[in-house]
């Protein structure tokens, strides 16, 4: 009886743990730099576009190639966090806190995008109205994913907690389990040498 007790409380600790199992998800990490890389991406985007717009000319070709290699992932890892991406680790089923920032700054990314494909197709000169948007759009982007980043590294923080607490319990319970085992047993097997002298003498 004590041990189903404690098989019951083990049973218990495990099915708590079920609640942090999304944060902890072997990708959760790389998720968290992937959000945190967007800012660093979306300020590259927006350097290389002042540059074409304000800069001399020989410096455009730097930004013109930068421009066409940030663009792209931009999009894609903004599309996985959206949606979900198995190629970059990213779960579909990301914390709802999480989603909210990401459904926010989504209006601001299609404005900037768009913009930026604009000024990539047609950079000589850049055209004012996409520049503007741009602009427009970039500092709300950018808190919005700040602000996603915070939070993730706060949910992923908790979670960690949660299974490093989850884990000391469950080796808590089981070392007690297998105290119980070996006291009951050796309880049986004096018992049992009892009887042997009784029935002997």
């Known amino acids: 009886m004590p041990t189903l007790g404690w098989l019951g409380v083990f049973l218990f600790i495990v099915s708590i743990a079920f609640e942090a199992l ?3 998800h072997s990708n959760a990490l790389g998720t968290f730099h992937l959000i945190a890389r967007q800012r660093v991406l979306e300020q590259r985007i927006v ?8 800069r001399p000319q020989e410096e455009h070709a730097e930004a013109l190639s930068e421009l ?16 979900g991406d198995d190629t970059l680790g990213i779960s579909p089923n990301l914390p709802s806190n999480i ?30 109205d996409q520049l503007a948007i741009i602009l427009q759009h970039e500092q709300p982007y950018y808190l ?31 070392m007690s389990m297998w105290i119980t085992f070996l006291l009951s047993f050796r309880s049986l097997t004096k018992g049992q040498n009892s009887k042997q002298k009784e029935h002997l003498s």
């Open 99 to 128: 989603k909210l920032y990401l459904l926010q700054m989504q209006p601001d990314f299609s404005y900037m995008d768009t913009a930026a494909r604009q000024i990539l197709a047609h950079h000589s000169p850049v055209d004012p």
């Open 47 to 54: 350097t290389d576009v002042l540059i074409l717009a304000y």
């Open 68 to 83: 066409q290699t940030a663009l792209p992932v931009w999009e894609r890892v903004q599309k996985g966090l959206m949606n």
């Open 144 to 174: 919005s994913m700040a602000q996603a980043v915070i939070v993730f590294q706060d949910d992923v923080d908790n979670a960690a907690k949660i299974y490093f607490s989850i884990e000391l319990s469950i080796g808590i319970v089981l």
């Open 22 to 24: 999304p944060l902890m």
